[in-house]
């Protein structure tokens, strides 16, 4: 079975610019979560989408934004970059809403802002 | 609000000895308990989970507490090897099942 698959891998971003990122879950998953991991906050949850449907979301400026597709991939968009935003952007993929069971981990998006 | 507690944010310990990894979260509605382990360049993975309705779980040389009623949760690793040296998330789900808040990991180090 393959597992989470993330694209890219890299990213280099000029302030100000838009930047969109991709997650292919495991096959037969419907929830896809997204996270942001710095050194100092850890992994912090961005949003979680489940059927096509954004079910939560974090403590994030509304730059952040999100869709799922109707074959569960999902896709992370951040507008107008800020030097802030350089990050490990980790989505994972589980067989039910991410509360309540395993999530699998894609290897992350490093997103650097310059 | 939405929080998870974790300490220590790093630890040290001899090989063979044993870690302890505490946590508490707020939402007394949670009822599922992940840790995570990732190790340097890698993708966090699930090493132990436990719910709400036992108080302990054992997997070999890793074990996971849970006090409800204090709304705190511990991770024990028995007999610590090298390959333990990793960083360890707690998590909690807030707001129902749609929403998991993690820790801000502890670092541990197994010192040879």
């Known amino acids: 079975k393959a597992g989470v698959t993330q694209t890219p891998r890299y990213l280099i971003k000029t302030r100000g610019q838009q930047v969109t990122l991709s997650c292919s879950p495991i096959s037969g998953h419907r929830s896809v979560s997204w996270y942001q991991q710095t050194p100092g906050q850890g992994l912090q949850f961005l949003f979680e989408y489940f059927s096509e449907t954004q079910r939560n979301k974090g403590n994030f400026p509304g730059r952040f934004s999100g869709r799922q597709f109707s074959n569960s991939r999902s896709e992370m968009n951040v507008s107008t970059l800020e030097l802030g935003d350089s990050a490990l952007y980790l989505c994972a993929s589980s067989s039910d809403p991410v509360g309540g069971t395993e999530a699998f981990f894609g290897q992350g998006t490093r997103l650097t802002v310059v | 609000g939405e929080n998870v507690e974790q300490h220590p944010s790093t630890l040290s310990v001899q090989e063979g000895d044993s870690a302890v990894i505490k946590c508490t979260y707020s939402?007394?509605?949670?009822?599922?308990f992940p840790w995570y382990k990732q190790e340097l360049g890698k993708r966090p993975q699930l090493i132990i989970d436990?719910?709400?309705?036992?108080g302990e779980k054992k997997d070999q040389r890793i074990a996971v507490t849970l006090n409800k009623t204090a709304k705190h949760f511990s991770l024990h690793i028995t007999e610590t090897q090298p390959e333990d040296s990793a960083v360890y998330f707690c998590a909690a789900p807030y707001e129902g099942d749609d929403k998991i808040i993690f820790g801000k990991g502890t670092r541990l180090h197994i010192l040879p």
């Open positions: 939402d007394s509605a949670s009822n599922y």
């Open positions: 436990i719910r709400s309705n036992v």
